[in-house]
Structure formats: C-alpha cells, structure tokens
Nanobody
Framework: QVRVVESGGGSVQAGGSLRLSCAAS????????MSWFRQAPGKEREGVAS???????NYADSVKGRFTISEENTENIMSLQMNSLKPEDTAMYYC????????????????WGKGTLVTVFS
C-alpha cells in the first residue's frame, strides 16, 4: 500500500523557521512530482512548492526566497525548509505525489498525505 506521510509541523513565532518532511512509501515505481500544498482556514488550497523528477522546481510567489524544497538522499523523501515565516503562512500543509506524470497541479496529484499543521504567531 502506498502512503504519503508528512511531519515537522508546529508552532513558531513570526520570523522563525520550520522544516517539513514528506515520505512516500510502498510499491512506487517512480515519483514524477512531489508537491507541497497548504490550506488556511476559510481559504482555498494553494500550491506552495513542487519538485519534478527532472529536477524542475517551482515556488508560489508568496514563498519565493523564503521556502526551499529539496529531495533527500533517501528515495522518495522530500523536505520543505521554511524561513522568515509570517502569520499568513499559517495553514495545514499537505504533501502530494504524482506517480504517472510530471504534472504538479493539485488536480493532477495521485496520493495525498493527511497534512501537518503550521502555526505562525506574531
């Protein structure tokens, strides 16, 4: 059974940092895209960052220069380093993977984790 599990959420003061991790396990031939999404209360889910199997990385404009997505040396593990956090970064963060193509949009993702909560207080 394929699983996607996030970890690393928590509560931090504005200006601080957190590091999220995502691990995909199970019978996966290849992960073509790993993405982070977030959803704040009362708002729609939005893409945060993604990494494709060809190495292409994309960030939402709101996190560029503050967040860094990276693939760990261990297969199918991805991290999101979040620096200079702002209260508006408060949200549930979800990891999702696409195991068929390099499309990274929300509607294209095949498997989702249950999410990890990030709270940034001022």
């Amino acid at each position: 059974q394929v699983r996607v599990v996030e970890s690393g959420g928590g509560s931090v003061q504005a200006g601080g940092s957190l590091r999220l991790s995502c691990a995909a396990s199970g019978l996966i031939r290849e992960v073509y895209c790993m993405s982070w999404f977030r959803q704040a209360p009362g708002k729609e889910r939005e893409g945060v960052a993604s990494v494709q199997s060809d190495g292409t990385i994309n960030y939402a404009d709101s996190v560029k220069g503050r967040f860094t997505i990276s693939e760990e040396n261990t297969e199918n593990i991805m991290s999101l380093q979040m620096n200079s956090l702002k209260p508006e970064d408060t949200a549930m963060y979800y990891c999702a993977i696409n195991i068929f193509s390099q499309h990274c949009a929300s509607a294209s993702m095949d498997l989702w984790g249950k999410g990890t909560l990030v709270t940034v207080f001022s």
